[in-house]
């Protein structure tokens, strides 16, 4: 900035006894505090250096004010105030729209000595298309997620919860709190992704990951991502479990409300976790949304003009997996909350959104309605046995999907391969799983994307046994030795035995399933077959 440009920002500040730093350091840190998100000039269209995000701390009632003001000098590309993040409650008073989720109240009875067996209540961890499959994962060696790590951002959770003891490092960066809504929603939601395997309560989807947090408590939800994102290796995992109210908003509960990613400060933390390799899940947010909608590339007040409407695919992406809410099977836990996998009518949903998660009827810990006990008195330990039937929303649906990319980078690992891109991860989710039904008044047109299932991402991406196939045809390409062969629910697989000349063994076996009609077993990945058997 020029003396002049510091001279005039240092006046704007001392005005409204307003205190600047920056948002994040030089090496990618980031600062605590709540107010203003500004960015300097000279942004890229697609990755804003964090360098040029500043906060501004104010009086509440002044941050408008500031922000004007701050728009008016040269050295400020753009200067706005952001809407508090807020955790999925709904909570709508128009009858059209009337709906709770998430405000459970625990049981006044007593839990038991011991806490029963839940998993068969856990129904999303069953075989697609009603679950994602990840009793077929745990089959496989790295299915249970082992060697990855996984961090939720959010405000609290209860890591001394009775079923959340192993594998897990605690929060990293923020404060955590005792809060007991924001701390119930972080506990369901680590629970559904890394529950302990003791033989009772609840498992989660991928129980050998390391599971840690980073709060917003004391930090902005940017700061909360950006110091998550370093605590973690290119292939693990970061979820986004917020959503903020958005230009559609009302006033009326949380209709209107949109992803985080929206907002330049968020979406330049998320970026940063992307480039280092990490896979961000994002909630796709609760607010009865088409994010598809016009009115998304309108920027709010103050934003860079740089500025381009994230949810719009045409425009540079964040790069993460942004995940919908869809309806469990009908009958779950005996209610009904339309088609299987249909959209539920709270869930975001449009192009951008890449695939869904259970978003009802979802058995983890925490809330207390399953199985709870009174925490009067300040009794926190009770709150360790706590577990709930019915954690719902796109913070349910999140960690579905996080869990189940877990499941797949922990195969990966385990056999030595080259773990998913977030641009890869996106792309597994969007051709392979259980497709989106329609429902009445909500057809699947209106995108949530695909229930995720195991055993076709696993299938794609890393090398196992595929049982009982045809072999559709075969092409050779004489002068390099190189054969391809289509496989019935395969696709085209290249020849890639251990033998040298091995080739020729297996063209002749995939020759005689072809000719005779005979099935195969084949040993393959979503590139190669490594073995196969004529049967």
């Known amino acids: 900035m020029a003396t002049s440009s510091l001279g005039d920002l240092a006046s704007v500040l001392k005005s409204a006894d307003a205190q600047m730093t920056p948002l994040f350091d030089a090496s990618g840190d980031a600062s605590a505090g709540n107010g203003i998100g500004f960015a300097s000039a000279e942004p890229t269209e697609a990755d804003t250096p964090l360098g040029s995000f500043f906060r501004v701390e104010a009086k509440e009632k002044d941050l408008e004010k500031v922000a004007e003001s701050l728009l008016q000098l040269d050295a400020v590309a753009g200067a706005y105030v952001k809407p508090a993040a807020e955790l999925a409650t709904l909570e709508m008073t128009e009858p059209e729209i009337l709906e709770h989720i998430n405000d459970m109240a625990p049981s006044a009875e007593a839990a038991p000595a011991t806490t029963p067996d839940f998993l068969d209540r856990q129904i999303y961890l069953n075989p697609a298309p009603s679950g994602v499959d990840a009793k077929y994962a745990w089959t496989l060696p790295g ?256 960690p579905v999907v996080t869990g189940a990319l877990t499941c797949a980078q922990g195969v990966l690992k385990a056999q030595g391969s080259t773990l998913l891109t977030p641009q890869q991860a996106r792309n597994l989710l969007r051709t392979t799983g259980s497709p989106q039904q329609d429902a009445p008044g909500r057809p699947a047109t209106q995108r949530v994307g695909n229930r995720p299932d195991l055993k076709q991402m696993i299938g794609n991406v890393a090398k196992v046994w595929h049982y009982f196939k045809t072999v559709e045809t075969t092409y050779v390409v004489a002068a390099s030795k190189a054969v391809w062969i289509n496989i019935s629910g395969l696709g085209w697989r290249r020849i890639h035995p251990a033998a040298v000349d091995g080739v020729t063994n297996m063209l002749n076996v995939a020759t005689a399933a072809q000719t005779s009609n005979r099935q195969i077993h084949a040993y393959a990945d979503g590139t190669y077959v490594y073995r196969m058997y004529l049967l």
Request: some cysteine.
């Open 143 to 398: 299915g249970r997620g082992s060697g990855m790590k996984v961090i939720d951002c959010e405000w609290g959770w209860r890591f001394e919860h009775e079923d959340l003891i192993e594998k897990q490092f605690g929060v990293v960066a923020g404060t955590d709190t005792t809060s007991r809504d924001y701390e119930n929603h972080g506990t369901a939601v680590i629970g559904v992704i890394s529950g302990d395997v003791n033989g009772f309560g609840i498992t989660g989807i991928a129980p050998d990951a390391m599971i840690g947090a980073s709060s917003f408590v004391g930090q902005s939800t940017a700061t909360a991502i950006v110091k998550a994102a370093q605590q973690l290796a290119a292939g693990d995992l970061l979820v986004i479990e917020v959503h903020r109210a958005g230009p559609n908003s009302t006033g009326n509960g949380q209709f209107g409300y949109i992803a985080i990613e929206w907002w330049p400060d968020d979406f330049a933390a998320i970026r940063y976790a992307v480039n280092k390799g990490i896979i961000v899940c994002e909630a796709a947010g609760n607010g009865y949304q088409n994010l598809d909608a016009a009115v998304y590339n309108t920027p709010a007040q103050g934003f860079p003009a740089t500025w381009k409407n994230p949810f719009n695919v045409a425009n540079p992406s964040s790069g993460a997996v942004v995940v919908g809410a869809g309806a469990p099977p009908p009958g779950t836990h005996g209610r009904d909350h339309g088609p299987d996998r249909s959209r539920l009518p709270f869930s975001n949903y449009g192009n951008r959104v890449d695939a869904q998660g259970w978003g009802r009827e979802v058995t983890t810990a925490g809330y207390g309605d399953l199985q709870g006990g009174s925490d009067a008195n300040n009794n926190l330990a009770a709150r360790n046995r706590w577990y709930t039937d019915i954690f719902s929303g796109t913070s349910s649906a999140t």
